[in-house]
């Protein structure tokens, strides 16, 4: 279950939506079931250091989900699925995503909180929440 955001630029009407929370595939499981699948869900060096996370330890757990970071420079937006991997609720590894403008540590937002971001497009910082088109997936 999640939720997807829409962005509006008030400047130049640019759109993008972001996504935020568990989906369909996207889920917790154990980290053994994951792999057991044949699907690779995530960025093949997220996948490589699972197969190698599993090597080390038993009964590993994540959670991935969809989460919307903001680069703390400049505050564009991006949704990303942040993997977290739990060995007895012990946190073993955790997403980092890095701008790939300016190469700063992106941080997790709270969308609703956050009142303005830059927009991608013309850079201005007037991209705005549009609550009109707030939508629910599965
Ligand atoms: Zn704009
Ligand atoms: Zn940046």
């Given at each position: 279950?999640?939720?997807?955001y829409a962005y509006r630029c008030e400047h130049c009407g640019y759109e993008e939506h972001f996504n935020q929370g568990h989906g369909y595939l996207v889920h917790s499981q154990p980290v053994k079931t994951?792999?057991?699948q044949q699907t690779e869900l995530f960025h093949y060096k997220t996948h490589g250091l699972l197969k190698e996370l599993a090597k080390q330890a038993e009964n590993l757990q994540m959670k991935a989900g969809f989460q919307v970071y903001i680069c703390p420079?400049?505050?564009?937006l991006r949704d990303k699925?942040?993997?977290t991997v739990l060995n007895e609720k012990k946190v073993v590894h955790k997403s980092e995503f890095r701008c790939r403008d300016c190469r700063t540590r992106l941080k997790l937002t709270n969308i609703?909180?956050?009142k303005n971001a830059t927009c991608p497009k013309c850079h201005k910082h007037s991209?705005?929440?549009?609550h009109l088109k707030h939508?629910?997936?599965d």
């Open positions: 279950m999640g939720h997807t994951y792999l057991s420079k400049c505050k564009v699925i942040e993997v609703h909180r956050l991209f705005h929440l549009d939508s629910l997936w």
